[in-house]
């Protein structure tokens, strides 16, 4: 089984989103059972909080229904679990790095990074961030393309 971790700064957006799109994506393509997949954050400011609602609005307008969840930290013990903390954005590395300080066997990455390069419209960015842009369609499409190419790296 492989453990993934999406990460971004506060566990309601983003890194929720991608832990229910990859979730749903792994079971269509009839591997969701060599999966576990999570979210959490590298702050401390949602800890406890539900999904964004229009973050929730994006997932259920995509048929992922009754997606419940309560935001988290990211903890050392995640690095030791986890084979893989995929974060959103290059900010999520400085946050990140003041909890997991180094990455000796190399499982942090942006979600973005596991894109083909031929994708210019996505290879090496930032997954949008709709907490500011609140352009969640924009999240949509770079968390849908990014855990796709996540997932058939992992298959």
């Not at 506060?10 to 269509?28: K, L, P, W, Y």
């Not at 968390?143 to 796709?148: D, E, H, K, Y």
């Amino acid at each position: 089984m492989k453990r993934i971790l999406f990460v971004c700064h506060g566990n309601i957006c983003r890194s929720v989103t991608a832990e229910f799109v990859f979730r749903r994506m792994a079971e269509e393509a009839g591997v969701g059972h060599l999966f576990e997949v999570d979210s959490a954050a590298t702050s401390r400011e949602e800890i406890g909080n539900p999904i964004y609602p229009m973050a929730l609005r994006t997932l259920e307008a995509h048929g992922i229904h009754g997606a419940h969840h309560a935001a988290r930290q990211v903890t050392r013990q995640d690095y030791d679990y986890y084979d893989h903390l995929v974060l959103m954005d290059s900010e999520n590395l400085y946050g990140i790095r003041r909890i997991i300080p180094d990455d000796p066997e190399g499982k942090i990455s942006l979600l973005l990074d596991h894109t083909p390069a031929s994708d210019k419209a996505h290879h090496n960015r930032d997954v949008a961030d709709p907490w500011y842009t609140r352009n969640f369609d924009a999240a949509w499409e770079d968390i849908t393309v990014g855990c796709r190419a996540l997932l058939q790296q992992m298959c």
